[in-house]
């Protein structure tokens, strides 16, 4: 993570790396996540692995690291957003849903699907063609755009230093840094709107190659549509200020997306060209609306359309070709249904989804869907203040360049190398302390309740959540997952943190509201959500793991919802809100369920 190997996936590369880790790997693989570290892993020939799989076969339940071989068969699929676990096989032309959790097998041809995954119908979907020889010149194309892709942000600091200097002055000693310092806010903004054009440049070009239905992965259709979902994942952590905010619907219209009026959107990933979101609608923290699939050399993409006034919850996903009517829900963790069982009003639950009663909330129009002029001039003004974690995080990497530079200069290379680790620390701690004088700063402690979309405290949760994800998420959190150093610094920012508690997340949004009990594990990619975000009103409550409870990885809790003691939560689940799972109990499922077999 911290060499920022997850910008490779689907990059030629890449199977080199993985091969480099211990991978065994047929040919004509095509593999778009990020393999494990531990080489544990099988790919057979012609296999497909999409975007954002958790291959990395291993997770932790209280004191026990579950750790074993995954294999993925010749010509299987592995869907979107899915995991694989210790121990699960995909057997050869299987074929395994988005969003899915498999613990044990696929036996052969068959398509499972959900969390935990079940048999969802006997015979896999099988290619879209039959398979076709694969150029290696088109290998060279992608790396080709993996090389350009890396290199935007690189020319965006370029033109963000030439901006400072030609207003301060080029330096002559190091005295005139003050005045470079004066200038930085120009000149990162400068240096943002660079790397904000070119990807609208990247995105509008590959654009032009993009056509709905099915192409070979190696083709210009290809890599453009890879280029493009790669290019918008990375701009989600560059331009992290962008989102979640009253300009990035103006940003997505840009890009090519068909976006209606007052859509909210948050950290979305799509495809511009084929998606429509009409009016209204809010699109939550990292969802998925389109993407591609891929099966047998071949990448499909469809168009996706998003109703007036529906929801689309954190993490939900609307797969390539479907809809989510008018004033429908896709909720946390989600995916949309086909098209033919859509329907206006609705409301889906889980993956594979199914129903989900649920009654519409009231609000203040004025404060939700139709604001006066008053407030959208305040809110733009404090979202302007995103800036003030950008120049931070901007300067941070500046100083610690100064400092090795200082040291090089008064001593030798050598003892600059061996001191970049305590300097980064020092950084690290920095941003850290940064982040947590904001929260306080901003939003004070945080208590149960609801505001509406329109109103100071969401506003002002959002810069901070900005302090957190611009400087605390790529300075620390990384670099002190799963060690007590983590613990303190969320006990800093309000959080009830017990002893012994293991976390390798960075999301838990309203610390103040999180309660975690001695020896509580919080695996990797959870979230401990103590808010939603319905009829845009958000909502917050208590999330509670007491005493030596167990939430797997990839999975979610919502608010007002408790695990009890030395209970576990398996991965790719669901906690719905309120619910309070006893002690000692297993529970698995997108939503929960009990779980009637011994943790794996």
């Not at 030798?412 to 947590?436: E, F, N, Q, R």
């Amino acid at each position: 993570d911290e060499l920022g190997a997850h910008g490779l996936a689907g990059a030629p590369w890449m199977l080199w790396y993985a091969r480099l880790l211990g991978v065994r790997m047929g040919k004509n693989v095509d593999l778009h996540s990020l393999p494990p570290v531990t080489g544990m892993l099988t790919l057979g020939k012609g296999c497909s692995i999409e975007q954002e799989v958790d291959l990395s076969g291993h997770w932790i339940e209280g004191d026990v690291l579950h750790l074993g071989e995954v294999e993925v068969g010749e010509r299987a699929r592995v869907g979107a957003r899915s995991t694989l676990l210790p121990g699960a096989r995909v057997g050869d032309d299987a074929e395994v849903g988005p969003g899915s959790a498999v613990f044990g097998v696929v036996p052969v041809g068959e398509f499972w699907s959900g969390s935990p995954a079940v048999r969802a119908a006997r015979e896999a979907r099988g290619p879209w063609q039959p398979p076709e020889a694969r150029a290696q010149v088109w290998m060279l194309l992608y790396g080709i755009a993996a090389a350009v892709l890396a290199l935007l942000p690189a020319v965006a600091i370029g033109v963000g230093v030439l901006v400072g200097v030609a207003l301060a002055g080029v330096p002559t000693s190091y005295t005139d840094i003050g005045a470079l310092l004066a200038w930085s806010p120009v000149a990162v903004a400068a240096g943002c709107a660079t790397l904000a054009a070119l990807i609208w440049v990247v995105v509008r070009l590959a654009g032009l190659a993009i056509t709905p239905g099915v192409h070979p992965v190696r083709s210009l259709a290809g890599v453009a549509v890879w280029s493009t979902m790669q290019v918008l994942d990375e701009a989600r952590t560059w331009l992290f200020p962008l989102y979640s905010s009253t300009l990035t619907p103006l940003w997505l219209r840009a890009l090519g997306a068909k976006i209606g009026k007052h859509v909210e959107a948050s950290t979305v990933l799509m495809i511009p060209g084929l998606t429509q979101v009409n009016d209204q609608s809010f699109l939550a923290d990292d969802t998925l609306i389109g993407g591609y699939e891929l099966g047998g050399g071949w990448l499909r993409v469809e168009r996706v359309k998003i109703g007036k006034r529906a929801f689309v919850g954190n993490s939900g996903m609307a797969a390539p070709g479907r809809k989510v009517p008018k004033a429908s829900l896709v909720a946390v963790l989600s995916a949309a249904p086909r098209r033919k069982r859509a329907q206006k009003g609705e409301s889906w639950l889980g993956s594979p989804p199914a129903p989900l009663r649920r009654a519409a909330g009231e609000a203040d129009s004025g404060r939700t869907y139709d604001p006066p002029t008053r407030l959208k001039i305040a809110r733009a003004l404090v979202e302007l203040a995103r800036l003030v974690p950008q120049t931070l995080a901007v300067l941070l990497y500046a100083g610690v360049g100064y400092v090795l530079v200082r040291v090089w200069e008064a001593t030798d290379l050598l003892v600059a190398i061996l001191v970049t680790g305590p300097v980064l620390a020092v950084a690290g701690a920095v941003a850290a302390g940064i982040t947590v004088a904001a929260k306080w700063l901003l939003v004070g402690r945080i208590r149960a309740g609801s505001h509406p979309l329109w109103s100071w405290f969401v506003w002002a949760n959002e810069l901070a959540d900005t302090f957190v994800e611009v400087l605390a998420a790529p300075w620390f959190t990384g670099a002190v997952s799963g060690t007590p150093v983590l613990n303190l610094w969320f006990r800093a920012l309000g959080a009830k943190i017990g002893r012994g508690v293991w976390i390798e997340t960075h999301w838990l949004p309203e610390t103040d509201l999180v309660e975690l009990g001695d020896g509580a594990t919080v695996n990797a990619g959870t979230v401990v959500q103590t808010h939603l975000f319905h009829d845009r009103v958000l909502a917050l409550d208590e999330v509670v793991l007491r005493r030596g409870a167990t939430l797997g990885p990839n999975s979610v809790i919502l608010p007002a919802a408790a695990i009890g003691r030395h209970a576990v939560v398996g991965p790719v689940s669901l906690v719905m809100r309120g619910e309070s799972l006893p002690d000692k109990t297993l529970w698995i499922g997108n939503p929960i369920g009990p779980w009637d077999q011994a943790a794996p």
